[in-house]
């Protein structure tokens, strides 16, 4: 079943994006995306495949999510995300958990995290983000901070702010992106909560998380914030 989702990956992939897709996501030297593989498939077609195969056991998903390809890692991300629309379970959120160190790119995160984890998460205890914040992987990182995006969607916008501030002195700019962006989402569905947070941090902000949280409002008061 493995070959067969690999063959139908391959089937969609181009020559372009071979080339285009390594250099986007930081594949070389020291960064962090380094020695990522890709086949050269999009994303849509990756949800297609995703779709025709999401009958398959966790035994083949977790195959996918061990392979060096990146396309076969958001196939079986994207199988999980399918397979959890109506419920997350308990082994889907377990499972998940337990393979973080293969999520390991920012759109491999972004496009499962927030379905799975956040999902899940919604009405239960939230301590797991907290140690995931902790950890020295930047991916579990990530995870614990966009996996916010649900609760923000429900207008559950605490864990958010203490996460942002938890973690506002991360060393990689993925994390001032990630952190910025749920700032931006949660200030859409309360402005002043947002401005008050700048106000009160962001002379301790990186750069970068500063801009992309306030990037929302207008233009007179993105230069105050940015003062």
């Not at 390991?104 to 379905?115: E, G, I, R, T, Y």
């Not at 749920?182 to 008050?196: H, I, Q, S, V």
Request: one cysteine or more; aromatic letters at 10%; a positive charge.
């Amino acid at each position: 079943m493995t070959n067969q989702i690999y063959n139908a990956l391959v089937a969609r992939s181009d020559e372009e994006k071979k080339i285009v897709l390594p250099r986007f996501f930081k594949t070389g030297k020291g960064q962090y995306g380094e020695g990522d593989k890709f086949l050269g498939v999009t994303v849509p077609n990756i949800r297609e495949v995703a779709k025709e195969f999401s009958n398959v056991s966790f035994n083949v998903i977790k195959e996918l999510i061990h392979s060096p390809w990146h396309e076969m890692r958001m196939c079986a991300l994207l199988i999980l995300v399918n397979n959890s629309k109506k419920e997350v379970t308990q082994d889907t959120f377990d499972f998940y958990l337990s393979q973080t160190r293969y999520i390991n790119n920012w759109d491999l995160v972004d496009l499962s995290a927030p379905q799975i984890v956040g999902k899940f998460l919604l009405d239960r205890k939230r301590d797991i983000l907290y140690r995931l914040a902790e950890s020295d992987l930047l991916w579990d990182n990530r995870i614990a901070i966009v996996s916010t995006l649900t609760f923000i969607r429900n207008n559950d916008l605490d864990d958010t702010y203490l996460l942002s501030q938890k973690m506002m002195h991360h060393k990689h700019d993925l994390m001032h992106k990630a952190i910025g962006w749920m700032l931006r989402e949660a200030g859409k569905r309360n402005p002043k909560r947002l401005y008050d947070f700048i106000m009160e941090h962001k002379t301790m902000m990186p750069r970068t998380m500063l801009r992309y949280s306030i990037e929302k409002f207008d233009k007179e008061t993105r230069q105050e914030l940015m003062k």
